[in-house]
């Protein structure tokens, strides 16, 4: 069955850098669009970045662009989420989620999703 | 970038009610928009597709619907295991998917 296991997360200093892993399993990972959304503590749902089926396109919501890298690697069933440049509210549980549609441009919705990584941004 | 507003942000509900929960674009989507339910400690679960026509991913007492700025999620009659915060998500289109910001639902 599909699997997502995140890793990589922690405390880190604002201005450092910090990278994400999701490791996937149970589907054909280069056919489907994979995300990371985000959940500050005690708030709503914030998408942050995608990455389309073939790595066609890589997207970034604006609080991100320039600072964080999405990737994945097709051999590994790997994805990662690259956070440069952290900042205090970039504090939150970062989720790697998996989009129903197949070699689609568009995800229609995330049912996938891993149990989250947990990043603090603090000096 | 267009903004999702959703209302209420909170709301009291009894066993068996029909309750209704809005997503208001600031400009037309079509049926561009997907439903999640989230329990505390949980992880999001997704209840509806973005999809036309409308797909339901979740149990049938939750549908979806609207179309151009307003979309609506139903739930025809509540069970106790409803209890949990709703987002809709902005879907089939060019990105950013933004959220919702929530609607807390108390059974």
């Known amino acids: 069955q599909v699997q997502l296991v995140e890793s990589g997360g922690g405390v880190v200093q604002p201005g450092r850098s910090l990278t994400l892993s999701c490791a996937a399993s149970?589907?054909?990972?280069?056919?489907?669009?994979m995300h990371w959304v985000r959940q500050a503590p005690g708030k709503g749902l914030e998408w942050v970045a995608g990455i389309s089926y073939g790595d066609i396109n890589k997207y970034y919501a604006d609080s991100v662009e320039g600072r964080f890298t999405i990737s994945r690697d097709t051999s590994t069933n790997m994805m990662y989420l690259q956070m440069d440049s952290v900042r205090p509210e970039d504090t939150a549980v970062y989720y790697c989620?998996?989009?129903?549609?197949?070699?689609?441009?568009?995800?229609?919705?995330?049912?996938?999703w891993g149990q989250g990584a947990l990043v603090t941004v603090t000096s | 970038d267009l903004q999702l507003t959703q209302s209420p942000s909170f709301l009291s509900a009894s066993v068996g009610d029909r309750v209704t929960i809005t997503c208001r674009a600031s400009?037309?989507?079509?049926?561009?928009l997907a439903w999640y339910q989230q329990k505390p400690g949980k992880v999001p679960k997704l209840l509806i597709y973005?999809?036309?026509p409308v797909q339901s991913r979740g149990p049938s007492r939750f549908t979806g619907s609207g179309s151009g700025t307003k979309f609506t999620l139903t739930i025809s009659s509540l069970q106790p295991e409803d209890s949990a915060t709703y987002y809709c998500?902005?879907?089939?289109?060019?990105?950013?998917?933004?959220f919702g910001q929530g609607t807390k639902l108390e059974i």
């Open positions: 973005a999809a036309s």
């Open positions: 149970g589907f054909t990972f280069s056919n489907f669009g």
């Open positions: 400009q037309g989507i079509n049926n561009y």
């Open positions: 998500q902005l879907l089939n289109t060019n990105p950013p998917y933004t």
């Open positions: 989620a998996k989009d129903e549609a197949r070699n689609s441009d568009f995800p229609i919705g995330f049912y996938y």
